[in-house]
């Protein structure tokens, strides 16, 4: 059976991976994606993570397989060669110099954010080499307020966006996000979006869980509403099953569907060249409809 998929982008946190489980990614997801990667599929871990906190939690969750490409902060490619990731260059170099540029002008209005949040949040702000604004917020209600305020304030500076997961959020530049990596890496290895699967559970993954970018998309049991909504929008998946069971399920149902149609074109084609099939199978049906 020849594959329709020849990539399958995975969000990490909550999607493969769940810290609580044992192991944190299931033996079945696992031997799953080991037998798309031994038929060529480029797997694609599409993570919110940084390389080194990504990297350190594959190795502790003892992995026997690794992906193909790893795209970190939502935003940098990097390639596995061997056994490292090395950073895909010029568009980590063009992502890099976007957000330096984007940023410079951020800088200005930080301290009335900054003193924004304090006044109305316990939260925890800092700036990290990725955003000089970085929020982790003590619970959902008080994330989606702050996210809305930075929402308006984002409306200000051309080209600037939040990023949230859960209880984090970060700013970002519009071009640089999830669906616009998992794009280059399609465009770099001349795939379709026809041929991409995309699986995700949270805010920031609804950039990759786009029709642009995939045909075929997963979610969770445990992926949040609007995540669901926008997978069912698109005729997606969305499983009862949480994280990487759920996310093993909608795999088994995309490879088997794969599987009967190409059952049925192959039926087709026996038909159309004896015109022998069809025939007998519509005597049984009618036989079938009259008993
Ligand atoms: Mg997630």
Do not use: F, K, Q, S
């Given at each position: 059976m020849s594959l329709p998929v020849r990539i399958l982008s995975t969000d990490f946190d909550g999607t493969l991976h769940a810290e609580h489980e044992d192991p944190p990614i299931p033996r079945r997801l696992e031997n799953l994606i080991a037998r798309l990667q031994r038929q060529g599929v480029a797997w694609?871990?599409?993570?919110?993570?940084?390389?080194s906190s990504l990297m350190e939690t594959l190795g502790r969750a003892q992995v026997t397989i690794w992906p193909d490409y790893v795209v970190t902060v939502e935003r940098e490619i990097h390639r596995r060669e061997e056994s490292q990731y090395v950073g895909l260059e010029p568009w980590n170099n063009r992502c890099t110099a976007a957000h330096q540029e984007l940023f410079a002008r951020v800088r200005l209005d930080l301290p009335d954010l900054i003193a924004w949040v304090k006044a109305r949040f316990h939260a925890t702000l800092y700036e990290d080499a990725f955003s000089p604004f970085c929020l982790i917020a003590q619970n959902n209600g008080d994330a989606d307020a702050i996210?809305?305020?930075l929402e308006e304030y984002c409306l200000t500076v051309a080209n600037l966006t939040v990023v949230r997961n859960d209880i984090y959020a970060r700013f970002s530049h519009v071009a640089y996000n999830k669906g616009a990596a998992?794009?280059?890496?399609a465009r770099?290895?001349?795939v379709s979006s026809e041929s991409i699967i995309a699986a995700g559970d949270h805010l920031n993954d609804l950039p990759m869980l786009s029709e642009q970018y995939a045909k075929w998309l997963i979610a969770p049991g445990n992926a949040i509403p609007c995540v669901k909504e926008a997978v069912l929008r698109q005729k997606g998946f969305v499983a009862e099953e949480l994280h990487g069971h759920g996310v093993a399920c909608g795999l088994e149902r995309i490879l088997q569907s794969a599987k009967s149609s190409v059952s049925s074109e192959t039926c087709r084609i026996d038909h159309s060249v004896t015109g022998i099939r069809l025939s007998a199978s519509t005597q049984q049906v009618r036989k079938s409809s009259i008993v």
């Open positions: 694609v871990i599409n993570t919110g993570r940084d390389l996210h809305a305020y998992l794009g280059e890496i770099r290895l001349e």
